[in-house]
T-cell receptor, first 115, second 110 residues
Framework: NAGVTQTPKFQVLKTGQSMTLQCAQD?????MYWYRQDPGMGLRLIYY???????DKGEVPNGYNVSRLNKREFSLRLESAAPSQTSVYFC??????????????FGNGTRLTVT | RKEVEQDPGPFNVPEGATVAFNCTYS??????FFWYRQDCRKEPKLLMS???SGNEDGRFTAQLNRASQYISLLIRDSKLSDSATYLC???????????FGAGTILRVKS
């Protein structure tokens, strides 16, 4: 049982380049999330998808777009990378709305550096 | 004021010690509370939920104090394997708004 799978694990981009982070879960969860984690700060929600076909902005959505391709997959796109987007990105999923009856299950993370 | 605040530590304790962390939250209407554990360069994983009446899971005890708006995590008989960062997580409103604290680093030494 793989759980939540993220790719790639590491990425280095130059300012202005674009890339897509991929995430897939095999737990039949309804909700999926993208977080970023920076030193000295808690995980911050970028975007989430409460169910297939819906997406909503989180706390720090600027510079990002998402696609909930189907129930399993939720991708995060950086259209024009900036050094401020250097971070560790985590995808997560939950059976229902996180923080109520179901915990978050996280992927292994993507370490992104923008130079 | 941050929505969720934790003492970053690090807390350096010997094996077998008892250690406690507190976490304060700003929104008195918060509904749900959790402790997650994050090992170095790994993903966070749920350690335990925090219930109003307090709850215990083996060596771990979590408590909620709504009047003072804080939650606590007590670890008894610390093991080397308990070394990690402990994240306080609060559901600020009904739905998907989980707020993470920056974490408290625990180092258990032999």
């Amino acid at each position: 049982n793989a759980g939540v799978t993220q790719t790639p694990k590491f990425q280095v981009l130059k300012t202005g380049q674009s890339m897509t982070l991929q995430c897939a879960q095999d737990m039949n969860h309804n909700s999926m999330y993208w977080y970023r984690q920076d030193p000295g700060m808690g995980l911050r929600l970028i975007y989430y998808s409460a169910s297939e076909g819906t997406t909503d902005k989180g706390e720090v959505p600027n510079g990002y777009n998402v696609s909930r391709l189907n129930k399993r997959e939720f991708s995060l796109r950086l259209e024009s990378a900036a050094p401020s987007q250097t971070s560790v990105y985590f995808c997560a999923s939950s059976r229902d709305r996180a923080g109520l009856t179901s915990p978050l299950h996280f992927g292994n993370g993507t370490r992104l550096t923008v130079t | 004021r941050k929505e969720v605040e934790q003492d970053p530590g690090p807390f350096n304790v010997p094996e077998g010690a008892t250690v406690a962390f507190n976490c304060t939250y700003s929104n008195s209407a918060s509904q749900s509370f959790f402790w997650y554990r994050q090992d170095c360069r790994k993903e966070p994983k749920l350690l335990m939920s925090v219930y109003s009446s307090g709850n215990e899971d083996g060596r771990f005890t979590a408590q909620l104090n709504r009047a003072s708006q804080y939650i606590s995590l007590l670890i008894r008989d610390s093991k080397l394997s308990d070394s990690a960062t402990y994240l306080c997580v609060v559901n600020m409103e009904y739905g998907n708004k989980l707020v993470f604290g920056a974490g408290t680093i625990l180092r258990v030494k032999s």
